[in-house]
């Protein structure tokens, strides 16, 4: 089963914005989204067949497939990933700084077609889950 990282969507407001960044990402020269890191994950070689689960408003919101992970000229590294954001079920998570691994097993499901457009906001969700009704 493939690991998967967790990142905050920072400065977006809401799915949209990230999903639109995410494929503004693509018109670029390398037809893929990429994030830039000074670390590389010691355990990057588990993400294959991986994704980048996107927390936005303390709620697990969506997910990009990872492509792998490439060097940088400065030092760096860039996270590459598939310009696309797939719904899944949201799942309150806390805030964090950087990226952090998530098991294949805690991994919320995908929602099915069209039924992100039913799905709850992700503001609504945190206060459902800090009440303890999530």
């Known amino acids: 089963m493939p690991l998967h990282?967790?990142?905050i969507a920072f400065g977006c407001e809401n799915p949209g914005t990230l999903r639109a960044w995410?494929?503004?990402e693509a018109g670029n020269a390398w037809?893929?989204?990429r994030l830039?890191?000074?670390y590389l994950p010691k355990r990057h070689?588990?993400?294959a067949g991986g994704s980048l689960y996107w927390i936005l408003g303390h709620v697990l919101?969506?997910?990009s497939p990872l492509l792998g992970f490439a060097a940088k000229p400065e030092g760096r590294h860039w996270i590459r990933l598939e310009p696309r954001l797939i719904a899944v079920v949201p799942r309150p998570r806390r805030a964090h700084q950087g990226w952090r691994y998530l098991d294949a097993d805690d991994a919320p499901a995908d929602l099915a077609a069209g039924a992100a457009d039913t799905a709850l906001p992700p503001a609504l969700v945190s206060e459902l889950a800090r009440?303890?009704?999530a």
């Open 5 to 7: 990282l967790t990142k």
């Open 45 to 47: 070689e588990e993400m």
């Open 131 to 133: 009440l303890g009704l």
């Open 31 to 33: 037809q893929e989204a």
């Open 61 to 63: 919101v969506g997910r």
């Open 22 to 24: 995410l494929e503004g």
């Open 36 to 38: 830039t890191t000074r």
